[in-house]
């Protein structure tokens, strides 16, 4: 948790919060995904690991994870907390590089942390066509946004964009048991 903090301050736009996401909110995110249908689980911004434990935890042994991070310090934490898995300290826009060494074509699921709603509109679009290009078929987008991206520009944009890239897009209620409250969309590339 200080961690988290610390790197906020360094680093506010990338870092996105200035806490992990609670427990009950992270099981929200997961409930939505079935990891006996979906093999290849693909993790965006892992951060210090609050989504990564949940996801972990309901891996079963055909299934295939990795997590891509930018920020090197909080890749060395999650090696620390979670050993034997995988964490690749890169942008998630990579993601094909890290499949094919995982002799992977596609994802199933991406599940993202990155903040997009404090990201301009070619960075959103460059992260979003990466997950429509590198998901598989019936492939699923989950990702989630705080209260604050329904009063900023940026933040009103991805809505937009995930109807554009998407064919369903789904949003829970605003989920307040969280720091800040957020909404979860379930995006998927077919109808
Ligand atoms: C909101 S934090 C993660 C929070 C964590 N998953 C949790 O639920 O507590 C967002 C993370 O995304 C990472 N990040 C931002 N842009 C990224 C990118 N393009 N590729 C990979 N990771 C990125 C940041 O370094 C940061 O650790």
Redesign the pocket.
Known sequence: MIN?FR?FLK?PI????LI??SESF?KEIVKHIDFSKNKVIVE?????????SQILNSLNNRNTYFG????SE?VFELNQKFPGKNFYN????TIDKYLRMHEEIKADVIIS???LSLLNETEQRE?LECVVNNLSPNGEFVMYMYIISKIIKSGQRVEDLLDEYFPTTSRTKLIWNNFPPAYIYHCKKVI
């Open positions: 988290f790197q680093n990338q870092t996105g919060s992990p996401s992270v965006f911004g892992p951060g210090t690991g609050a989504v990564t891509i991070e930018l920020n909080l890169d942008t998630a826009t942390s990155i903040p992260i």
